[in-house]
């Protein structure tokens, strides 16, 4: 699986901005999906997991209520939505998968895709 993330720019404080990870491969919708972010200068954090049929999600305390995760199989894509930014929220963006379910992409993902940047500024 060769994943692609897109849709990170500048914005500003409270703004919204939808990021997209398209996936290659016919077996997308097999794999549970994650968001990941990394600040200049952090370790890279969890940020969000969706199940390989899109019926369970979960996210990090630090975004919870204010991102939201989707899946669209049919598209091979998933998408993370952020709304009411915050500066703290700059870093790149990084999606993963992993076939043995949520657990495991949080975790142990099989895959990395590349980064997006996502900038806020105040």
């Known amino acids: 699986v060769q994943l692609q993330a897109s849709g990170g720019g500048l914005v500003h404080t409270g703004d919204s901005l939808r990021l997209s990870c398209a996936a290659s491969g016919r077996t997308f919708s097999s794999y549970a999906m994650g968001w990941f972010r990394q600040a200049p200068g952090k370790e890279r954090e969890f940020v969000a997991a969706?199940?390989?049929?899109?019926?369970?999600?979960y996210y990090a305390g630090s975004v919870k209520g204010r991102c939201t995760i989707s899946r669209d199989n049919a598209k091979n894509t998933v998408y993370l939505q952020m709304n009411s930014l915050k500066p703290e929220d700059t870093a790149g963006y990084y999606c993963a998968a992993a076939r043995s379910g949520l657990e495991s992409v949080r975790y142990r993902p099989d895959y990395w895709g590349q980064g997006t940047l996502v900038t806020v500024s105040s």
């Open positions: 969706i199940s390989w049929s899109g019926g369970i999600t």
